[in-house]
């Protein structure tokens, strides 16, 4: 289209060839004192009889003058034919008819060349400034001159079937010195495009440097420059276009289209209200107001361009042969080999509604070069273009095309604004696409980068993707590689893309279903893989399925770290991430998880690293002061942790803690858990040493210490301290670290402690405290899951509780009952093999020279002396014997009973400050104040009051309810009664 274009302004300005083709042609003929010259462009006079009959054939049809012996002045590039030439006046000479033929083009002798034809059939008028005589020679300088009549500017095609003949006709063309008119209208033809307007002015100009000759004196006949050219009234051009792949890309214009589909015709149609100019000097031609440029293809949409102004700048051809050039000095505008250079819209805003292409634009600058394929937008507030379905605003665009396609040169500035719909899926192009929207403040790059394409927001840009969420930086850098796509369709090229690294600084944002964080660094690269075919070809129902079908995952994340890098693995439609380094103030946590009551995901440290995060022997790596990690239910912290999922094992060389999961179990409810197990706090693990867990069981090393919180069926809170040289902590399931779904009811099973274990267990109930026990051993064992305990001795155990039991009454029946307000008693058992029992229950069991200590204390810190050198005191119990159970069902606060329960066996002896007793079997019940003295079947229980030598009661049973002073004896031998207050129930037949 543009080339049509070119050579119709230029056929536009052929009309100015007939006001120099006279001054150069007619000066020899006029002045008879010039001398012959045997240079190019020599004028001579011949007759129709000469060689060039044969020439002037081939031009003009039978019958026309110019075959019917014309006179004729010949020039290397022009020719003159006229009839007659006459002096009208001393100043006007006539010449009619007359018809001028000019040559453009081609070698010496016109070879090649292409006329350009003149013909004024009324003649033309020349007036000069001076008198003239021709029979003397006398000549002035040419004032005016006049063309009456039609004229008209023809010439046939350049080659046959080039479709590229010319015609202009118009009336009563004027001459002046400084322009020429053509007020009348003006029709003109350049093969199958025309045009038509009124009122045509070319204005001329004579350069300083051409008003001497080569000497350096005066120039006697100036000849001016054509400068300008103005048709006033433009009253429309169509361009008529045979091949609109003209119109395509590059690309698009090398596919071979099919023989059978013949090339439609386009018109393009140009209206303006205004003039248009064409500036010879700038090569710019100019429509001026209310432009409107048509585009309609043969059965297509219309293209339209609404504009104040259009500008078409024109450039000289590189590639024009120089033999071919404009001599020195030429007067005659040089018009051969102009190319359009760019074409300029401007408007309040100029329009552009291009249906065709599905675009459409609204900017006050619009430019498109047609040399180095460059479009640039500008508008002082917003731009708007829509291609396709997508949306920009911006205040300037430039863009420059590629040769042969795919991605060229963008470069957008002041704050903008992009928006569409990204294509569907290609199994399923007719799903809807995925709507995106890119804003910035300072400006977009696009260009070539070591072979690929760097795309860069500068200055702030965001990237949301609807639904999935948005993207933000102050600087973002995306490097693309560009390919051609080998299944794109037989003559249709096209490109692949591949996003290979991104670069985002200063205050990165991530906000999507998944992930929300902030970094201020962030590195990405992509590495992409084929598919496998083996994958395609076994994958089910349920690969192949929509992936709008899938469900989605409920699971969030926040990030928060100084600098982000990751390498992904885009393999098909899937992006995996193969490797990820998080540094500087790390924070990674899940906000939602998968189901309500899962345990969230926690990552804290100053450095997170993920290698092979994509395959089955991905390792993490964890460093910080201290890093902390909560994953499937557990927590471990440290200086380095390191996880390996191959070997599903999570290692910490250093000292560090651990969280473990722990089911709420009430004391006495047997092993099952609680309703509200899921509030029950994990149980703590610290460490000197280290650590290591392979999915079930954690091994601690040196300076051990675990915390964690049990209850009672009343409520009674208990906080457990344990602490131990060793520590072995194995779970009830695997927790498997490659799998993505978390283990369900992951707890503790068993603790397993080696080496100096030291236990501290304390009880509160409604804020206040009911007990403190303590526990020291050699080695425990204590399984959750059951409540049974092992400890191995030698050890010892001490209990502070409240009471109202032994420790407040004895044998002499007129003590007075003093304490009536519960009261701390302390029980202290040492042992030498081992104790066994249940701490669900509150069942414990000593054996082994077990020596037991009981009594009154002041406060939960204070003990009993074990070995009293002057005997126990008021209210205090030493007892000894083989074993010893003790049992607790209950804790007393405020008159609610306690249900302890002590039982001593073999060698059994109890000694108090009021009395002394020796059985096989001694058994205190705190819920019925009662105690019971057995013996063994050969040796009779007795008991002693204070300063007896010998027994006062012998019996196989002895009752005694301290609350009563009552005394209950089976199988007596013999009572002192008289020391014995209170009701007596003698042994039953």
Known sequence: MVSRFVRFVTSLATVVFAYFAYRLVLVPFIEPAAKPRAVAGEASWTTSADARTQELQALFPP?????????????????????????LDPYRIELKPCTLILFSGGGEDRQGARPVILQAAQGAVLTFAEPINLARGQIGHLDRGSLPGEVTIRSPESR?????????????????????????????????????????????????????????????????????????HVDRIRLQLDNPRELASTAQAKAEPPAESPAPSLQVEITCQGPFKFD????????????????????????????????????????????????????TPDLQGLQVERIQARGAPAVLQAPSYAATLRAELFEYNFLTRQVRIEDGQKLLLRYQQYDVEARQLEYQFAAGGGLGRLQARGPGHAYGTLPGQADRPEAAGQALEVAWNDRVMLQPHQGDHALSVLGGGTLRMHGEGEFAARDLHLWINESPDPEAPRGQPRFRYR????????????DSWQLAGTTQRAEVWIRHEDAPEAAAATAGPKQSQDPAQRRRSNQKFELAADHLQTQLVRRGQETIVEHLVLDGQVRLREVRTEKAGDVPLAIVGDLIQVDHANTTSARVHVKGRPSEVSARGLTVAGDTIQLSRG?????????????????????????????????????????????????????????????????????????????????????????????????????????????????????????????????QVRDLTIDQSTGRL?????????????????????????????????????????????????????ELEFRGRV?????????????????????????QYLLTSDQLAIADAAARVNGQEAGLELTALGNAS???????????????????????????????????????????????????WTNTQSIQVDGGRFLNLGQVAGSLELPKR
Not at 661 to 687: E, F, K, T
Not at 851 to 875: F, H, I, M, Q, S
Not at 933 to 939: C, F, I, Q, T
């Open 160 to 232: 046959p079937g080039a479709g590229d003949q010319l015609e202009v006709v118009t009336h009563n063309v004027q001459l002046a010195r400084d322009q020429i008119k053509a007020p009348q209208p003006l029709r003109f033809r350049y093969g199958p495009s025309y045009g038509s307007g009124r009122d045509l002015i070319i204005y001329l100009t004579t350069p300083a440097g051409m008003n001497l000759t080569e000497s350096g004196s005066p120039r006697k006949n100036r000849v001016p420059l054509v400068s300008a050219a103005e048709l006033v």
């Open 499 to 510: 996003p290979l690294r991104m670069l985002a600084e200063g205050d990165v944002r991530v």
């Open 647 to 775: 070997e599903n094992r999570i290692w910490i060389d250093s000292p560090g803690k651990m969280l473990l999961p722990v089911s709420a179990q009430r004391r006495g409810a047997g092993p099952g858990p609680a309703a509200d197990s899921a509030a029950s706090p994990p149980l703590s693990v610290a460490w000197g040493g280290r650590l290591d867990f392979d999915g079930r069981t954690a091994r601690f090393l040196r300076d051990v210490h675990v915390s964690g919180v049990q209850w009672s069926q009343q409520g009674e809170v208990f906080d457990l301290l344990v602490m131990g040289h060793e520590l072995a902590v194995t779970l009830n399931q695997k927790a498997d670290l490659s799998s993505d779904k978390p283990p369900q009811n992951l707890d503790v099973q068993e603790l397993a402690f080696v080496g100096g274990v030291y236990l501290q267990n304390t009880g509160r109930l409604a804020g206040s405290q009911t007990s403190y026990d303590q526990l």
């Open 790 to 842: 092992h400890a191995y001795g030698p050890g010892w155990g001490s209990s502070v509780r409240y009471d109202q039991g032994l420790a407040e009454k004895n044998l002499n029946p007129a003590s007075p009952d003093e304490a009536s307000e519960p009261r701390l008693v302390y029980l202290r058992v040492d042992y030498e093999d081992e104790a066994v029992g249940n701490v669900l229950a509150r």
């Open 63 to 87: 019958g026309s003058w110019e075959l019917n012996r014309p006179k004729v002045l010949d020039t290397d590039r022009a020719v003159l034919l006229l009839r007659d030439l006459r002096e």
């Open 910 to 960: 109890i000694e108090g400050q009021a009395f002394s007793a020796r059985a096989w079997r001694v058994a205190y019940a705190k819920a019925k104040e009662l105690v019971i003295l057995e013996g063994d079947g050969r040796a009779d229980a007795e008991l002693w009051r204070k300063g007896s030598t010998t027994p006062d009661a012998a019996a196989q049973q002895i009752r005694f």
């Open 851 to 875: 020596r037991t200590l009981y009594g009154p204390v002041e406060a939960w810190d204070k003990t009993l002396d074990p070995n009293p050198a002057e005997g126990v005191g008021r209210g």
């Open 280 to 331: 010879f000097a700038g090569k710019v031609a100019t429509f001026h107001d209310h432009v409107d440029v048509l585009r309609v293809p043969a059965g297509g949409p219309l293209d339209q361009l609404n504009c104040q102004q259009l500008s078409i700048y024109f450039a000289t051809s590189s590639d024009r042969p120089k033999s071919g050039g404009k001599p020195a000095g030429s007067a």
